[in-house]
């Protein structure tokens, strides 16, 4: 297995645009995390799946944010009406419920800069 | 408020010697405990973990303490290499997600 993916790597919108970053956990995994950081700042948590359940929602998640795991496998995080303030690293995780499921293995991120 | 503090955002250290890097959090439930290592243009990558029923967990130059009556854990690296300079965040495990703190950059200088 090639670990995480995560598509696009970079990109680069203007604002009120829409964007819709995917990402590929390792494939056994069953929960599936989306966290976004800023310059000089830890990853911060938005949401997470177990398989095709969205279980919890950060308040960071605002209404203009949505993700989907429609099949319990890849994962879509769709931001409507882009601002300025969007602009972050997006990161996807994936761990596997069971022994050492708390170790979370990341993607590479998407870099999205709203201009 | 921040439940999870670095409170150095950066350490630098000559090569061979110990590098500690330290973490301070607010909660009391928390019970699980992760260093990650962070390279540029990479995502983070898992380190070394520890359970709130253990006080130190080792594992070859890497060995992570934690003392629950002072809310503190720190990460020792034994001896330091050039190839350790990177940022470390130090995060817990609450049932799914984890918190993470701001980060330490690490500079193991030759």
């Known amino acids: 297995d090639t670990g995480v993916s995560q598509n696009p790597r970079h990109k680069i919108t203007k604002r009120g645009q829409n964007v819709t970053f995917r990402c590929d956990p390792i494939s056994e995994h069953n929960r599936l995390y989306w966290y976004r950081q800023t310059l000089g700042q830890g990853p911060e948590f938005l949401t997470y799946f177990q398989n095709e359940a969205q279980l919890e929602k950060s308040r960071l998640l605002s209404d203009r944010f949505s993700a989907e795991r429609p099949k319990g496998s890849f994962s879509t995080l769709e931001i409507q009406r882009t601002e300025q303030g969007d602009s972050a690293m997006y990161l996807c995780?994936?761990?596997?419920?069971?022994?050492?499921?708390?170790?979370?293995?990341f993607g590479p991120g998407t870099r999205l800069t709203v201009l | 408020d921040q439940q999870v503090k670095q409170n150095s955002p950066s350490l630098s250290v000559q090569e061979g010697r110990i590098s500690i890097l330290n973490c301070d959090y607010t909660?009391?439930?928390?019970?699980?405990f992760l260093w990650y290592k962070k390279y540029p243009a990479e995502g983070p990558t898992f380190l070394i973990s520890?359970?709130?029923?253990?006080d130190k967990n080792e594992d070859g130059r890497f060995t992570v303490f934690l003392n629950k009556s002072a809310k503190h854990l720190s990460l020792h690296i034994v001896p330091s290499q050039p190839g350790d300079s990177a940022v470390y965040f130090c995060a817990t495990s609450d049932a799914g997600k984890s918190t993470f703190g701001d980060g330490t950059t690490l500079t193991v200088k030759p």
């Open positions: 995780a994936s761990s596997l419920v069971g022994a050492g499921w708390r170790e979370q293995f």
């Open positions: 520890i359970s709130s029923i253990k």
């Open positions: 909660n009391s439930m928390f019970d699980y």
